[in-house]
């Protein structure tokens, strides 16, 4: 079965130091890998998936396949920053087995 | 961009009634939408998958009976909760996928109380 963990509840870091939001998975196949970010009072949105090999609000996130983790990084975190993050996998592209980890609450303080 | 919306927002109810919950895509097309559900300070669990045109399919746990999904068009899914009861108040979450752009859109959520 797919799972998907995230080892910390609750992240804190100073306004410019560096981040990083721990992901890690289990699932046999090949996955998709997806970040997603719920600020306070707003809805889920995806912050970015591993196929893009994207940046986003200086985010990213690099798919190590022998350590099944895809950890979320930010070299200077910034107080905006500050929300809940999930992990998620998809086995299916989007169909069926669609996983999010427990979250981390980020906090960056100033 | 994409929006997805969910009405209501936040509904109250008696034990025994049933509650409807709609999610909408507002300018795509989704052929499938996902109900979450997430309990207080814990991760979203996938309920079920809505596809249009055909059956939902429901996760291991999930009684299909008590969770009604029906997906009757592309822009709209609903979520009827029957007989409910105090352990069914939650937030429910719906999402919809945008095929042409490869996206999942989540709704704003719709937070049950019942009483």
């Known amino acids: 079965a797919q799972r998907v963990t995230q080892p910390e509840k609750l992240l804190s870091v100073f306004k410019g130091a560096p981040v990083e939001l721990k992901c890690n998975y289990s699932?046999?196949?090949?996955?998709?890998l997806f970040w997603y970010v719920q600020y306070s009072r707003q809805r889920l949105q995806l912050l970015l998936r591993?196929?893009s090999r994207e940046s986003i609000k200086g985010f990213t996130a690099d798919l190590n396949k022998g350590e099944t983790s895809f950890h979320l990084k930010k070299p200077f975190a910034q107080e905006e920053d500050s929300a809940m993050y999930y992990c998620?996998?998809?086995?299916?592209?989007?169909?069926?087995?669609?996983?999010f980890g427990p979250g981390t609450r980020l906090s960056v303080l100033p | 961009g994409a929006v997805v919306s969910q009405h209501p927002s936040r509904v109250i109810c008696k034990s025994g009634t049933s509650v409807k919950i709609e999610c909408r895509s507002l300018?795509?097309?989704?052929?499938?939408m996902f109900w979450y559900r997430q309990f207080p300070k814990q991760s979203l669990m996938l309920m079920a998958t809505?596809?249009?045109?055909?059956?939902?399919?429901?996760e291991q746990g999930v009684e299909k009976d008590k969770f009604l999904i029906n997906h009757a068009s592309l822009t709209l899914s609903t979520l009827t909760v029957t007989s409910a009861h105090p352990e069914d108040s939650s937030f429910y979450i719906c999402?919809?996928?945008?095929?042409?752009?490869?996206?999942?859109?989540f709704g704003p959520g719709t937070r049950l109380l019942v009483l």
């Open positions: 999402s919809a996928v945008d095929r042409l752009k490869e996206t999942q859109y």
């Open positions: 809505s596809n249009e045109g055909s059956k939902a399919t429901y």
């Open positions: 591993h196929i």
């Open positions: 699932y046999s196949g090949s996955p998709e």
């Open positions: 998620a996998l998809s086995a299916d592209n989007y169909g069926q087995n669609f996983v």
């Open positions: 300018d795509f097309q989704a052929t499938t």
